[in-house]
């Protein structure tokens, strides 16, 4: 027998995390009772003892010292083998997987940051086929999930940039799997950060009106004014694809004062960035004209806070000024997001640009564009297979 699945997600509450931490026998006992709801009767059921026994141990008039007694409370309760004292080669190697999985989460989120997305889907997949296989175990402790549900988030907005657009809803599932996780964390900061990259994803999967549910509840937990910022950049960006003026002008306009306040960071809350995802609202709550006046004004590609922002505006600015008749302009701005996306392997960039050119006067920009995204998709890494 084994924890039911009422219970799997007991040990992350920071009271049966501070339960854990003291190791006692008597103490991860009581606490497993007090959150499962059971009698002293119901948990000698549980694991196969007389109730007068179980009242024995958790008055510490008892004690188990054999390995097999602790490893069957272990597998019973969901405990981890060392929490109860019990050291084994299989457990201290998970151990030391977990720290070195730190350093794996770190190095492909900056990976990914920097432009590698892909790069970032390979380093991440091992891990979290890991650490997925040690939660289907029952065995759910608050490393493993705090780890994996970081894994997942970063893995899904790898996904995200990689992924052609037919299967971005891939990147939504692992980021939204990284939510439910987070959820059972009871951390807001957190979670706050997780539904901000996950409402993103949704976005990009073509589901705005989900998105700006979760980039809202980010809104609302998040406390750091970097972090918010972000948030409302993402909010801004969702609002004006649905078509909704008000909402994006007010996302605008708190990422604004945020960004006074606090000033850029990170690669998503910068001037560079908030200017893309403005003109973008701008086209799509009809207002092209005032799109194409910022678009003429675009800074460098210099200032791109990483590679792949300089294709994604690139793409926008490309948009607004094709959209008033600037063709000319158009043109050019597509044929260089066309090589940043390619050298970047970035196949929704490639997307963008082949829906936006099937307009006369385009014509070959968007045979580049098919082009490219052809030999882009018969060369493309293993991410495309990552289903789950």
């Avoid at 390619?342 to 006369?360: C, D, E, F, G, N």
Wanted: with cysteine; proline share 3%; net charge neutral.
């Amino acid at each position: 027998m084994t924890a039911s699945t009422s219970t799997r997600w007991l040990w992350l509450l920071p009271e049966a995390r501070r339960a854990l931490e003291t190791r006692e026998l008597a103490v991860i006992l009581r606490c497993y009772r007090k959150f499962a709801g059971l009698s002293q009767v119901a948990m000698g059921e549980l694991l196969g003892y007389d109730p007068s026994y179980v009242s024995l141990l958790e008055r510490r008039q008892r004690t188990i010292n054999d390995r097999q007694g602790l490893l069957h409370i272990s597998r019973v309760l969901g405990v981890l083998p060392h929490a109860l004292g019990i050291t084994s080669d299989e457990d201290a190697d998970f151990l030391a997987a977990l720290q070195f999985g730190e350093s794996t989460v770190r190095l492909a989120e900056i990976a990914r940051q920097a432009g590698r997305a892909a790069e970032a889907v390979e380093e991440l997949w091992p891990l979290v086929v890991r650490l997925e296989a040690r939660l289907s175990e029952g065995r759910v402790d608050y490393g493993t999930a705090s780890l994996l549900a970081r894994a997942r988030a970063t893995l899904g907005t790898s996904l995200g940039h990689v992924l052609p657009e037919e299967q971005l809803y891939l990147a939504a599932r692992w980021t939204g799997g990284a939510m439910r996780l987070a959820r059972h964390l009871d951390e807001g900061d957190f979670l706050g950060h997780v539904l901000r990259m996950h409402g993103n994803e949704l976005r990009k999967a073509g589901r705005s009106g989900a998105a700006i549910a979760r980039l809202a509840e980010a809104a609302e937990l998040s406390h750091d004014e970097g972090e918010r910022g972000q948030t409302f950049v993402l909010l801004a960006r969702a609002a004006g694809e649905q078509g909704d003026a008000g909402r994006h002008d007010e996302a605008v306009t708190t990422a604004d004062l945020l960004m006074d306040a606090a000033g850029p960071s990170g690669i998503l809350f910068t001037p560079f960035s908030l200017r893309e995802v403005r003109v973008r609202g701008l086209l799509g709550t009809g207002r092209a004209s005032a799109a194409a006046e910022l678009a003429r004004a675009r800074p460098g590609l210099g200032e791109a806070p990483a590679p792949q922002w300089a294709a994604i505006e690139a793409v926008t600015s490309a948009d607004a000024l094709s959209e008033v008749g600037d063709l000319t302009s158009a043109h050019t701005l597509y044929s260089e997001a066309l090589s940043l996306a390619t050298r970047l392997r970035l196949p929704h960039q490639i997307q963008r640009v082949v829906r936006s050119t099937a307009k006369p006067g385009l014509e070959e920009v968007r045979a580049d564009a098919l082009a490219r995204l052809h030999d882009l998709t018969q060369h493309r890494t293993t991410a495309g297979s990552l289903s789950r």
